[in-house]
């Protein structure tokens, strides 16, 4: 039952490409096979929850360089058993970027990827490569917030838009930054 929201946003979800379908189907299926999906102890993968956090006007986005992974990416991280991914998102900003003041964009999915988490040694030893099936949300925080991050981020800053690509070639990134130029669209267009 707990896995019930997750798999109707999932179904709500539209997919824009044809990868991000086959990325939809895989992650319904890897929830319909495993009840313990939101467990980081699950060791070939588990859910994960994200936020694209982007100013007011849509110009900018905050990016982390994640310690582990040693890439700029969104915020994100584990769900450790909440169910509520959209919750599981904003709670990670409030730890990775010290904002408070944050505000989901919209309840629905924004993004969805699933990425390798390569093997690597943490205080509790030898922690093997699995998947994270990455639940991505719009949020919007103030851009003149005082920044401060957590030992899991290696630094933290707000990017224009168009300098994404200056930072990072993550493709789901990448593929973000193409997601909000069209948003920004749609919104101006009801405006």
């Excluded at 824009?16 to 319904?28: F, K, P, S």
């Excluded at 944050?102 to 993004?111: A, L, N, Q």
């Excluded at 909000?180 to 009801?190: D, M, Q």
Aim: with cysteine.
């Amino acid at each position: 039952m707990h896995r019930q929201m997750l798999l109707r946003l999932l179904e709500e979800y539209q997919p824009t490409n044809d990868d991000e379908q086959r990325i939809r189907e895989v992650m319904i299926q890897f929830i319909h096979e495993h009840h313990d999906c939101f467990m980081r102890e699950l060791q070939v993968g588990h859910i994960t929850a994200s936020a694209w956090v982007l100013n007011a006007t849509l110009s900018k986005v905050l990016l982390i360089q994640h310690r582990k992974l040693n890439k700029w990416v969104q915020i994100g991280g584990h769900c450790d058993g909440d169910n509520d991914v959209l919750r599981v998102a904003l709670r990670e900003v409030v730890e990775e970027s010290g904002i408070f003041d944050i505000v989901p964009f919209s309840p629905e999915i924004f993004d969805i990827d699933i990425y390798t988490v390569p093997e690597c040694r943490t205080a509790e030893g030898l922690e093997p490569a699995h998947l994270h099936y990455d639940v991505r949300f719009i949020v919007i925080a103030d851009d003149t917030f005082p920044l401060s991050h957590n030992s899991e981020v290696r630094d933290i800053q707000w990017v224009a838009l168009e300098d994404v690509s200056k930072l990072t070639q993550e493709q789901s990134v990448l593929r973000m930054v193409a997601k909000t130029y069209h948003a920004k669209r749609h919104v101006h267009l009801r405006c």
